[in-house]
């Protein structure tokens, strides 16, 4: 069996986890660092949307640039961008000036960590996809667990200047991980226009966009319903960092035995369970509970929904296809705080993670009809050509 747990894979994956924790510090703290110096709600949205929507629109550009030119520029370039961005936080003091650094702390974001996803594609033999994408995985998951919890703790102790700080140091010791790392890439032969988007990925990626609608529920409101019942959101998210990282690594070798659809499919109904569970929830024990769920089902899916994207995609594309993925992640994320966010507005919490189950319906039937039969597809001739 080919190795997984090379140098340059374990370098990256530790330096992701760094560079995740970064970013993930600034999800809770940026919205009260913008009222600190009078902003509103509205320019609250304004900012955080600001990130997203550059994130999107950089990516696909993103994408065929690695299959051109290769990974490490744009690792270096994207996280010394990001590194500068981080550090000007602190000299901030208008919104107007704010919305152009968001901007460019998008554009550093989508680039590093487009360029970062596609090399640990390049470095993870076939083989192992499932299993070295589940490890890859859990390293930004547990950032998102981990991050903001960081990050409230060193606003309510030290200061945002500090935190900014901080968010500089662990970036920089992610870039100095990647210079350990050695990045293998074969540029495309003959000059060819630049892909922006992988036509071949178009399915799946309508099912991670669904599936991501959800999360951005998850990660918005979690918060606010717990609050609500009285209940430590924290709790909710130590769960679901918990359990997710002992069950990716698990389900990724599942999926390199059995094959993707056959984690997909059960982790997209765990997933659902998980929400319909947290709209049914009044105290700590439903919370923990459907926190176990989602660690369970989104922790399975999402590696193997990256591992049959690089599947389906052609060889020389698999920078466009991360990116497509991405793109679809960022999508899901933004449109489902804001869409999600008018439901609560105007029902109730239970009513939002009831939506928010049926968006991995949909995300679960786009699989099963428009990407199941090709990817099994792609499995036998795989399987003829060996």
Not at 152 to 170: K, N, P, T
Request: with cysteine; aromatic share 14%; glycine share 10%.
């Amino acid at each position: 069996m080919e190795r997984l747990w090379t140098k340059s894979f374990i370098l990256m994956t530790v330096g992701t986890l760094f560079l995740f924790n970064a970013f993930y510090m600034l999800y809770p703290t940026l919205p009260l660092f913008i009222k600190q110096f009078g902003g509103n709600e509205a320019q609250i949205g304004l900012s955080m949307g600001a990130f997203m929507l550059t994130s999107v629109l950089v990516r696909p550009i993103v994408g065929g640039l690695l299959d051109r030119y290769g990974r490490r520029p744009f690792i270096v370039w994207g996280l010394l961008v990001f590194i500068l961005a981080m550090y000007l936080y602190s000299w901030i003091g208008g919104i107007v000036a704010l919305l152009g650094l968001r901007i460019l702390h998008g554009i550093s974001w989508a680039i590093s960590t487009t360029a970062i996803s596609t090399t640990i594609t390049d470095m993870i033999p076939s083989a192992r996809r499932g299993e070295g994408l589940g490890w890859f995985s859990t390293s930004m998951t547990l950032a998102m667990a981990f991050g903001p919890v960081v990050g409230i703790w060193v606003i309510q102790d030290l200061s945002y200047h500090v935190l900014f700080l901080f968010a500089v140091v662990l970036s920089a010791i992610a870039l100095l991980l990647t210079f350990g790392a050695k990045m293998p890439f074969h540029p495309q032969v003959g000059a060819r226009r630049i892909e922006l988007f992988e036509k071949s990925v178009l399915p799946i990626s309508t099912s991670v966009f669904f599936m991501f609608i959800a999360y951005g529920g998850i990660t918005t409101f979690v918060p606010l319903f717990a609050e609500s019942i009285k209940v430590n959101s924290g709790m909710f998210f130590l769960a679901f960092a918990a359990t997710l990282a002992l069950s990716r690594p698990l389900s990724g070798k599942l999926s390199d035995r059995y094959g993707e659809t056959f984690v997909i499919v059960p982790a997209l109904v765990i997933t659902m369970m998980a929400l319909i569970c947290l709209s049914l929830s009044t105290g700590m024990f439903g919370v923990l509970v459907s926190a176990v769920l989602y660690g369970i089902g989104f922790g399975s899916a999402h590696p193997a929904l990256q591992s049959a994207t690089i599947r389906l995609a052609h060889p020389d594309r698999k920078g466009v296809a991360n990116a497509s993925l991405a793109t679809a992640t960022d999508l899901g994320i933004g449109l489902g705080a804001i869409m999600l966010g008018w439901v609560s507005q105007y029902t109730s919490y239970s009513f939002l993670f009831a939506v928010s189950a049926a968006m991995v319906a949909f995300s679960m039937l786009a699989f099963i009809f428009f990407v199941k039969r090709s990817l099994k597809t792609k499995l036998q001739l795989t399987s003829i050509e060996v």
